[in-house]
């Protein structure tokens, strides 16, 4: 075999590529052995020094400015018709002052669907607080390891402070870790930080795992009445999920109002009655609540007329509007309640939030 001829190559530091290469003829290839191209090792160093773009030895931070912030699509960017008019009848003023009915057992509901933001914790917290200024004492815990429900409500929630991990994980009491949110009298929470995100795979190891929260939450509901409870849920049908919906008897599910909306709902539909048939029958879809719903698009109403044909009983008459001042409430830490009580946002809330009540009474009667 013919020996390979003498090349002569030098390597450019930054680029990796050899440069000023002197071609095998007989591959076609700069032949230059693999170990000259692992510059990176011999000259790593040096590059560290010269400049950190060239090698990032941290993953980057991202800042993020502190305080409340308006939405990007704000008055300028959307046409003032985006905010639905409040309904005449009804005025913020005369409806937080509306006291509402308790019902005879506590309700425990699981706000699913595992389609990421579609207004699961923005209903969570805001039923939540307008069912506590009404008088009636609730519960709200948090399953979704980003904290949202838990920031909005209010409350602060750096790593490492105490919540729905350690009840979930440790077996910890709920009435150690309950919170008072500042939002309305006797609304509490029950807060996730980060730390939650491990539950979903170190709760594969457990015996009765998805019994967790159900015990937990039974336990706290004999010495601490509550009238309501939701269990804002992440957007996956795992463990955390399924922790929910077996320690909930009420399912409510919140649809957006646009295209997809019933795709994700046909599995919901599917895992609920698994968990009904195996792990609880008194899982009971009861409520749908149509959300974000824009009245200057066809599609919106197309879709609502869609899901009410699928579910007549369980759908809401109120529909909740896309809303500037919705989306913004929760960089207050504030729900729209408190943050813009007169808002056609907050006003659908309220009247949502009277229609479940009504309807918790009137079932059990
Ligand atoms: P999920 O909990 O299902 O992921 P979120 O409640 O967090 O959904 O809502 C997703 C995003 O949509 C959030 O930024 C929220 O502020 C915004 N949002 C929710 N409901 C409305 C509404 N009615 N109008 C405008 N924005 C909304
Ligand atoms: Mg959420």
Known sequence: MLAPPEVEYRVTPGIGWPLCVEVDPRIGWPNVPRETLDWTAAL??????????????????????????????????????????????????????????????????????????????????NLAAALALGGLSVLVVDLDPQGNATTALGVDHPAGLPGTYEVVMSGATLADHVVDSPEAPNLKVLPATIDLAGAEIELVSIVARENRLKRALRS????????????????????????????????LVPIQ????????????????????????NELRLSTVLLTMFDGRTKLAAQVADEVRHHFPAETLPTVIPRSVRISEAPSYGQTVLTY?????????????AQEIARRGVEESA
Request: aromatic residues 6%; negative net charge.
């Open 44 to 125: 790593g160093a040096e590059f560290t020094r010269t400049g950190p773009t060239v090698m990032a030895t941290a993953s980057p931070v991202i800042e993020i400015p502190p305080g409340p912030r308006r939405a990007r699509f704000d008055e300028d960017e959307f046409p003032p018709a985006a905010e639905v008019d409040p309904p005449a009848h009804a005025t913020a003023e005369s409806l937080a002052t509306v006291s509402l009915p308790a019902p005879s057992l506590p309700r425990v509901f699981v706000v699913a669907n595992q389609k990421g933001g579609v207004g699961k914790t923005t209903t969570s917290v």
């Open 220 to 251: 706290y509901l004999q010495d601490n009445p509550a009238d309501y409870v939701f269990l804002d849920c992440p957007p996956s049908l795992g463990l955390l999920t399924l922790n929910a919906l077996v320690a909930a008897n009420e399912i």
């Open 257 to 280: 109002c646009e295209y997809y909306a019933l795709e994700g709902v046909t599995q919901l539909l599917r895992t609920i009655d698994l968990v009904k048939g195996e792990l609880n």
């Open 340 to 352: 813009q009580p007169s808002s056609a946002g907050a006003i659908s809330y309220l009247e949502a």
